[in-house]
Every structure is written in C-alpha cells, then in structure tokens.
C-alpha cells in the first residue's frame, strides 16, 4: 500500500520536477534571440529602441536591416531641409545604432539580395518597417506624357538628394504658376520650397542642384488644389502656420470657402482639427497687407484633375468642380464628392501630384493588401506569418508624422515581447547566427554590408564638404560614390 | 595670532555666503515618472524642464526626441491645475505640438517651454503613461 502511495504521489513529483529542470535549462538558452528590423527610419528605430528597453532580462540582438547605403529613411529623405529640428531624431537614433545589443546593416535589398523567408534561417523574429515608397497617381490624359508634371514623392527626392532622383530637372524659369494637386503636409512642403527665399533655402542641407535650379525660379504663384474642402485638408497646422508666416509671400485663400463653419460645427471638432479650422478661417478673413509680398499660395478647393494639356510641356490643367453627396456633411473627415457638371481649366507651367503613398510588396510571400499598399496584419502581427511583425506605414498605411509611428512602436514592441513571454515562437531555442549569418550570405552574392561605423565615415564628408559651403551638409548623389566613401 | 584668527572667520563667512549664493541657483523640483515613480531633481532657475531631466539623468524613454526645438511632443509633462494656471500662456507653436501628445490635459505643457523659476520650487511635474502603458 506505501508503495502504491509512493508511486501515486512521489513518482509524478519527482517527473515534475526533472521536467522543470530541463525546461529552466532550455529557457536560460545560452544563444540570444535574434530579431531583423526591416527599414530604418523611424518605425524601424524607435521599435528598436522599445524592444531594448523591454527585452532587457532576455538575452537579445537586434539587427537593423536597410536597402540604402545610408540610415534614417524619410528623415534624411522626406523631411524638408528647412526643418533641421525634425532630424534631431537622428541623435537618438545614433544611440540606438551604437548601443551594444543593436547592429546596423546597410545596402541589402530584402526580397532581392536575399529572400524574407531565407531570413528565417538567421533570425527568429522580423519586423518590416520599410515604409511606403510608391506615390499615387492620378491616371487622367497628359500626365505621363507631358513634361514637367512630378510626383511630390519625386520632386522631393530632388532636392533632399535621393540618388534616383538626382537627373529629374524640373524647369522652373518659364512660368510663373505652379499648381500642387493635393493638401497634405508634403504638399506643404513642396510649397514651401518653391516660395521660400534662396538666402534662406542656401543655408540648409538642400542639394546644390535644387539651390541653383530654384534660384532662377520664376515662379511667383503655387495654388494648391483639392478635390474636398477644408474640413478634410491632411496637412497639420505647424506646417499651415509655418507657410502663413513665409517672409515676402503672402497666403491668399478665399473667405466664401469657409462660410459654411460655424461656431457649433467648430466646436464638436477634437481640438488638433479644431485648431487646424480656426487657423484656416483666421488666415481666410485676416485682410492680408503684406506689400511687399512678391509671392503668393492659395487653396482652392471641391476641384478634381480631369486633363493635364500642352503640347510638351504641361500648360493648363481642366479640373472638374465637385460637391458633397447627397447628405454628406461638411466637417465629415470621410465625405464623399460628385461632379458637378463645371469643368475650369487653371494655366500653369508646373504640377506636383502629392496625393499619397502606398507600401509594395517586397517579397511574394508576404500577405499584401494591394489596395490599400499595406501588409496584411492583425494588430501588428502578419496574417499566417508566425514570428513576422510589422510597424510603421507598410502595416497601417502612409498617413502621419513622426509622432504617430513612435507611438505606435510602443505598443508593437510590447506585442512582440508578450508573444515572446508567452510562448507563442516555437522557435525561440534553435541558435540562430543573426547578423554573422546575413553578412556572410550578401558577401558570398557580391554584396558589401554598410556597417554603422561605415556610414559615419561618409556622414563626416558630407558634414565636412557642407560646411565649405555654410550648409549643415552636402548629401552625396551617387551610390557608387557613397559605397567608395564608406570604404574610406 | 589674534589677526590670524579674525581674518580665518572673516574668509569662513565669505565661504558661506558665496556658497549659499550658489546654492540659490538651485531648487527642488519633484517629477513623477511613467512608472509612478516620485523622483527628487535639482533644477536650475533659469534652464527649462527638459534641461532638468537631462542634467538629472532621468531615464525617461524617447524624452525630449526634437531638444527642445518644437518639433515634437515627447516631452509633454502634466502639472496640477493651480500651478498651471501661474505660467505664462504657451506660444501657438507649443500648442501645435501638444496637439499631437499622446493623453493631452487640459493642464498639459511640453517640458522644454517651462523655464524654471524659484517659485517653482516642490513642484510636481507628471510625466504621462504612454500609450502601451494604458493596457
């Protein structure tokens, strides 16, 4: 009877514990978990930078995977270079390059160079954080045909000095008018560009090629154009007021616009719209007295692009004129329009179309909404993808500043972790090379990896080669050039 | 001898006054982290919030990204409401950028635009949970 007791209660105590044992064992895994970072501008360094914070107890490596031979993504190439205190993240996100656990990687192309699922073999957890790099297109007559129409995604490449967009040669002596077609916070920016003064556009890090190009600038007059109306502009009041407060240039939009606001429309907004509207309206009724104003933007608004005409170069665009639909409200962030029958026809000699982004998808097997240009995900998990994440704009789409993606990041990074913690990663205990391994696999197909070290080699050339010139830099054009100074 | 012990007070009462002048540029500040955590800092009269948790070493995560330039929201501190009320209004560009923070008050300040003064002394500043930490 003490035997069958023994057995009952002892033996399954004693298997219990050895398991234990050997479970402890394999959790105190002496291979660290390695996670890819796909993409690094923001979404890629600020996930990095929570997965750090929250991993700190787990043994972990986090590799930050980017196609260019440079980092930062859009805030070296998005942001506009009158806004140097946007690229302040760049400090932090230096820290984050350099902590210990953390490794840049530079000039490898996911889903050229190597595959994503190949990746697997290396690292246990991926994140894509690559962004959205495809522009919309308007798809009307003319506009793949006539010179001098570019996407902002283009036009922006030009003078922030991406390497594709280094021959785009925009013309801007022979016209006096340009239309953005468009009202978000890049098309702001193109605005900006194309109004500023030169002695003030010298001293920041735009290329010389733009400098020179806007320098003989004749254009005088940027009427940005939308197909809604004011209570669905995308752009954000510090950059609207920021373009209000343009020396010499004077904002011209039209009171009759914003007759429809009212006090009590006003006041159900949430307090960012709120303020954007107010804005607006002050801007519309504020009688403007800039006499020396020599430049001037105005938004025109319920218009959508129906033909770009010319005969080479662009010279008019025909916009038909819309209205809401049927019992579409007027502060509705989501209203829908119709045509109205009026078509316009507006003359100009240049048109920006900055009317969105979408994601691609970089590998076939990863699940695309091509729609919308995002990864399918459930709350930042990639549908069917074990062990794949995503942040950023590939998983909720091209909309937002900075802010908005470092927010996000936390509650991506605290996902990952959970998933960690509690098992859900299978396989979490295989030794998996990280790094070493990728490294090692681009050098064997002829691709030299771009180290952190690496890139601050060609960071001090171009600080140094703009300084010569009273520029916080000079941004390199040409790849080959970059790899060379990298090597340096 | 005497002389010798006169002038060694005489330089003592210098060294406090020079000493206490110093300690004047100084005071107390209290600021709660995310964690809840109450955390006594020295602030310099005259520097900003941001300044202080720099110079104290406070590790508060992503806080003050732009330094100070306005251009973000990650320094967004909340005060209580009588303190609130005795600092200057913020600039429109402050309120542009705390339109972006996440858990706006209506006792909201971004750190950088607070420059400390003496009355401040045993304020609490909040520094507010971020959005992972509401879960």
């Known amino acids: ?488 | 001898m005497y002389r010798l012990i006169i002038r060694s007070i005489f330089n003592q009462n210098l060294f406090l006054k020079r000493y206490s002048s110093n300690s004047n540029n100084y005071i107390n500040v209290t600021i709660i982290d995310r964690d809840e955590k109450l955390i006594n800092a020295k602030a310099k009269i005259g520097s900003n919030m941001l300044d202080v948790v720099l110079d104290n070493k406070l590790d508060i995560d992503g806080f003050g990204a732009c330094e100070g330039t306005l251009a973000c929201s990650t320094c967004h501190v909340v005060l209580d409401s009588e303190n609130y009320k005795t600092l200057p209004e913020p600039v429109e560009e402050e309120n542009d950028m705390l339109d972006l923070a996440f858990g706006l008050t209506p006792t909201s300040r971004l750190a950088c635009q607070i420059i400390v003064e003496p009355r401040m002394k045993d304020w609490i500043f909040v520094v507010p949970k971020d959005v992972n930490d509401q879960r």
């Open chain 1, 1 to 488: 009877m003490f035997t069958n007791v023994i057995r009952r209660c002892f033996v399954p105590c004693l298997i219990r514990r050895s398991l234990s044992i050997v479970s402890n064992n394999s959790t105190v895994s002496s291979s660290p978990i390695r996670i890819c970072v796909i993409g690094s501008g923001p979404a890629g360094f600020y996930l990095t930078q929570n997965l750090l914070k929250l991993s700190q107890t787990i043994p972990t490596t986090i590799d930050i995977i980017e196609k260019a031979p440079v980092p930062f993504g859009l805030v070296r190439y998005g942001v506009a270079p009158d806004h140097p205190e946007v690229k302040n993240v760049i400090n932090t996100f230096t820290k984050i390059a350099e902590h210990e656990r953390v490794r840049f990687i530079g000039n490898i192309h996911i889903g050229k160079t190597i595959g994503l699922k190949e990746l697997q073999e290396f690292y246990h957890i991926i994140v894509l954080a690559y962004g959205s790099s495809v522009e919309r297109n308007l798809h009307i007559p003319g506009e793949t045909t006539l010179e001098n129409v570019f996407s902002a995604k283009d036009f922006v490449g030009w003078y922030n000095g991406v390497p594709d967009n280094a021959q785009l040669r925009p013309q801007l002596n022979h016209t006096d008018q340009a239309i953005i077609i468009g009202m978000g916070n890049v098309a702001l920016d193109c605005a900006r560009m194309l109004l500023s003064s030169i002695d003030d556009l010298a001293k920041t890090d735009i290329t010389d090629i733009a400098l020179d190009t806007l320098r003989q600038s004749r254009i005088r007059h940027v009427i940005l154009v939308a197909r809604r109306g004011p209570m669905q502009v995308s752009f954000t009041i510090k950059e609207l007021r920021e373009l209000t407060k343009l020396n010499g240039v004077q904002s011209m939009l039209n009171k009759e616009d914003f007759n429809q606001i009212d006090q009590i429309m006003i006041d159900k907004l949430e307090r960012p719209r709120k303020r954007l509207t107010e804005l607006m309206l002050k801007t519309a009724r504020t009688k403007q007295s800039q006499n020396n104003a020599e430049r001037f933007w105005y938004l025109k608004f319920w218009r959508r692009p129906k033909q770009l005409n010319g005969k080479t170069l662009v010279e008019s665009v025909d916009f038909e004129h819309t209205e809401s639909v049927a019992n579409g409200d007027f502060s509705d962030p989501n209203l829908s329009v119709q045509p109205n029958g009026t078509i316009e026809t507006i003359p100009c000699g240049l048109v920006i179309k900055s009317i969105g982004y979408y994601g691609v998808q970089i590998d076939p097997w990863l699940p695309f909404d091509t729609e919308r240009g995002i990864i399918r995900n459930r709350q930042y998990r990639i549908d069917d993808r074990p062990g794949f994440y995503c942040t950023g704009w590939i998983g909720r789409g091209a909309r937002g500043v900075i802010a908005e993606t470092t927010t996000e990041s936390h509650t991506v990074a605290k996902r990952i972790m959970e998933d960690v913690e509690q098992g859900h990663l299978t396989n979490l205990h295989d030794v998996k090379s990280g790094g070493d391994g990728l490294i090692a696999l681009a050098k064997s197909r002829q691709i030299r990896c771009i180290s952190y070290e690496d890139w601050k080699k060609l960071d001090a050339h171009e600080t140094n080669l703009g300084h010569t010139k009273g520029k916080p830099r000079e941004k390199i054009l040409n790849i080959q050039k970059m790899l060379e100074l990298t090597a340096s």
